[in-house]
């Protein structure tokens, strides 16, 4: 059974950082690629930033590049998502996501209709 679980969310001031934690089980990230969504109230879920299976090949949204970066744990088997210098608009839930398949060994995908199991999500709240 694959199962993703989402932990490190919380409330935070602008300027602050987060760690967010995707713990994977029941399959292994070498064949799976990873992605991070969120979804603000009443917005749709976008895609934040993803990681590919093999060569760790990896995406960020134009919102994020810079602040945020997505690393992974193969021993652990989890990828994370180092969030800095947060805003008031990076607030949402957010969520981990996988992908199998070949074509996601080399690339991954901010698109949600291309990930096949999500965790439940953790939310984040930047707020003075």
């Known amino acids: 059974q694959l199962q993703l679980v989402e932990s490190g969310g919380g409330l935070v001031q602008p300027g602050g950082s987060l760690r967010l934690s995707c713990a994977v089980s029941?399959?292994?990230?070498?064949?799976?690629?990873i992605g991070w969504f969120r979804q603000a109230p009443g917005k749709e879920r976008e895609g934040v930033s993803c990681?590919?299976?093999?060569?760790?090949?990896?995406y960020y949204a134009d919102s994020v590049k810079g602040r945020f970066t997505i690393s992974r744990d193969s021993a652990k088997n989890t990828v994370y998502l180092q969030m800095n210098s947060l805003k008031p608009e990076d607030t949402a839930d957010y969520y981990c996501?996988?992908?199998?398949?070949?074509?996601?060994?080399?690339?991954?995908?901010?698109?949600?209709?291309?990930?096949?199991?999500w965790g439940q999500g953790t939310q984040v709240s930047v707020s003075s």
């Open positions: 029941g399959f292994t990230l070498d064949n799976y690629a």
């Open positions: 996501a996988a992908a199998g398949g070949d074509y996601y060994r080399t690339v991954c995908s901010s698109t949600v209709n291309e990930y096949d199991y």
């Open positions: 990681i590919s299976s093999r060569d760790g090949r990896t």
